[in-house]
């Protein structure tokens, strides 16, 4: 909301969360993977679907920034 006119800086700060999501997930598997007691199925499966769809939205952004480019052009 507070970026709509910085396309860019979405797609920084966009490609940032999905590197934290990642890593985060790696963790959350590597401790379930050492500490059998600890079930953490629905909490990694969130972390794919926020990293899913962050994917979603970096594909969007991407596709408004060409069409505001070609938009550009016609003028």
Known sequence: MLFCKN????????????FFNSVNSIVILLFTYFNKELNSSLLICLLLFSILFLLLSNKSIKKNIKIIKSSNRIR
């Open 7 to 18: 396309n860019k800086l979405q797609i920084i700060l966009n490609i940032l969360n999905i």
